[in-house]
Nanobody
Framework: QVQLVESGGGLVQAGGSLRLSCAAS????????MGWFRQAPGKEREFVAA????????NYVDFVKGRFTISRDNAKNTVYLQMNSLKPEDTAVYYC?????????????WGQGTQVTVSS
């Protein structure tokens, strides 16, 4: 079965950095576009970043542009989210997700999430 397992979350001070990883198994990783989402307490889940299958084209939500970088290693079946200049408002559970192809609207698979807490 398909599994997406996030890691790398934790507690960090404002201005610090974290690197999230998401290891995928049970699917042909290079056939899937990947995304990162987050959900803060009391809020809806929101899109953060996505990367196409070739690892070249990426897109970000405005409030993380210039601070977060999404990347992938198709040889390792892993997608990353490098988060710099973290702010308290970045505190959330971060989820990775996979969708087959680059243009399908919905994500097919989701991880269990990893907690990121940014202290002020």
């Amino acid at each position: 079965q398909v599994q997406l397992v996030e890691s790398g979350g934790g507690l960090v001070q404002a201005g610090g950095s974290l690197r999230l990883s998401c290891a995928a198994s049970g699917l042909t990783f290079s056939s899937y576009a990947m995304g990162w989402f987050r959900q803060a307490p009391g809020k809806e889940r929101e899109f953060v970043a996505a990367i196409r299958r070739n690892g070249i084209i990426t897109n970000y939500v405005d409030f993380v542009k210039g601070r977060f970088t999404i990347s992938r290693d198709n040889a390792k079946n892993t997608v990353y989210l490098q988060m710099n200049s973290l702010k308290p408002e970045d505190t959330a559970v971060y989820y990775c997700a996979a969708r087959q192809g680059d243009y399908t609207p919905n994500y097919d698979y989701w991880g269990q999430g990893t907690q990121v807490t940014v202290s002020s």
